[in-house]
Nanobody
Framework: QVQLVESGGGLVQAGGSLRLSCAAS????????MGWYRQAPGKQRELVAT???????NYVDSVKGRFTISRDNAKNMVFLQMDSLKPEDTAVYYC?????????????????WGQGTQVTVSS
């Protein structure tokens, strides 16, 4: 019903920047919150940043002041601008969206994940 596709990952040196993008498509009525999570090898997936449909944001302490989340509601997209990257930011980054959609006359609300994009920061 709904697909999320991330792009923008890659290899960057410490102190550099990357911009991740995530596009949602499918039978979408509305998207509530959107967010970015990451999972480093051997670690659990953790929240990086979230943004509501109204633009309210939330960040994990370790990225505050370095990462900026934004969204384009008209295009069903969310972005993560990552500046001053550190080696400990290395992880697979996943996009998440809380979506309301209709199937016939019935409405549903569910969470969806993208396939992930690798971010590697070298020291």
């Amino acid at each position: 019903q709904v697909q999320l596709v991330e792009s923008g990952g890659g290899l960057v040196q410490a102190g550099g920047s990357l911009r991740l993008s995530c596009a949602a498509s499918g039978s979408i009525f509305s998207i509530n919150s959107m967010g970015w999570y990451r999972q480093a090898p051997g670690k659990q997936r953790e929240l990086v940043a979230t943004i509501t449909s109204g633009g309210s944001t939330n960040y994990v302490d370790s990225v505050k002041g370095r990462f900026t989340i934004s969204r384009d509601n008209a295009k069903n997209m969310v972005f993560l601008q990552m500046d001053s990257l550190k080696p400990e930011d290395t992880a697979v980054y996943y996009c998440n969206a809380d979506v309301t959609y209709y199937s016939g006359y019935l409405g549903y609300r569910d969470g969806y994940w993208g396939q992930g994009t690798q971010v590697t920061v070298s020291s």
